[in-house]
């Protein structure tokens, strides 16, 4: 059964960092693109980041850019994303999920995590 | 960069059917294959259709997925509702021009 677990969230000052991590399992975790995605609480869905499966693609939204890096490390089956400079708007849960592809682009994601929830605040 | 445009809400009783769409304010609904995903309150989103009209293995077949080019939208159906499909529901497109996941807003199905 595929499998994402996000660990990492917590409590951290504006301006502070965090690091996220996501533990894949069930699949072939070097074969695949994955991604991050927030929702803050009672809002939707805002894609974050998107990394390609070899890790040397990245992706993110202009609201992260400069702030956020997505890496992983496909000997250890994880997904990460360093968060820097925090600020109250990022406050949110976190899911990691898998993306769907065609071959050619990556279009969508087909499995996601539970997520980890960020509170950024003094 | 184009969005993503889902109703706020909708509800139907059980039994009945219901079309939620996602209209995309720019750009060929048809240029990029559109996904919709289900999140009940307190879970994370799991994904329904992907592909514009593929159901994920598993998803029951009264969930069905189209685009419609006339009116630059995607919908996605629920036929005889029950009271476990009332969730919130989000389309999600890719731009392929931005490298952006872009998703709607998210749709309340109430089921009553």
């Known amino acids: 059964e595929v499998h994402l677990l996000e660990s990492g969230g917590g409590l951290v000052q504006p301006g502070g960092s965090l690091r996220l991590s996501c533990a894949a399992s069930?699949?072939?975790?070097?074969?695949?693109?994955m991604t991050w995605v927030r929702q803050a609480l009672g809002k939707g869905l805002e894609w974050v980041s998107g990394?390609?499966?070899?890790?040397?693609?990245?992706y993110y939204a202009d609201s992260v850019k400069g702030r956020f890096t997505i890496s992983r490390d496909n000997s250890k089956n994880t997904l990460f994303l360093q968060m820097n400079s925090l600020r109250a708007e990022d406050a949110a849960t976190y899911y990691c999920?898998?993306?769907?592809?065609?071959?050619?682009?990556?279009?969508?994601?087909?499995?996601w995590g539970q997520g980890t929830t960020v509170i950024v605040s003094s | 960069n184009f969005m993503l445009t889902q109703p706020h809400s909708v509800s139907e009783s059980p039994g009945k059917t219901v079309t939620i769409s996602c209209t995309r304010t720019?750009?060929?609904?048809?240029?990029?294959?559109v996904q919709w995903y289900q999140q009940r309150p307190g879970s994370s989103p799991t994904t329904v259709i992907y592909?514009?009209?593929?159901?994920k293995s598993g998803v029951p077949d009264r969930f069905s997925g189209s685009i419609d080019s006339s009116s630059n939208s995607a919908s996605l159906t629920i036929s005889g509702l029950k009271t476990e499909d009332e969730a919130d529901y989000y389309c999600?497109?890719?731009?392929?021009?931005?490298?952006?996941?872009?998703f709607g807003g998210g749709t309340k199905l109430t089921v009553l």
């Open positions: 999920a898998k993306f769907i592809s065609d071959g050619y682009i990556y279009y969508g994601m087909d499995v």
């Open positions: 069930g699949f072939t975790f070097t074969n695949y693109g």
């Open positions: 990394i390609n499966d070899s890790g040397d693609t990245t």
């Open positions: 720019s750009g060929s609904i048809a240029g990029n294959s």
């Open positions: 592909d514009d009209n593929q159901r």
């Open positions: 999600q497109c890719y731009d392929s021009g931005n490298l952006y996941w872009v």
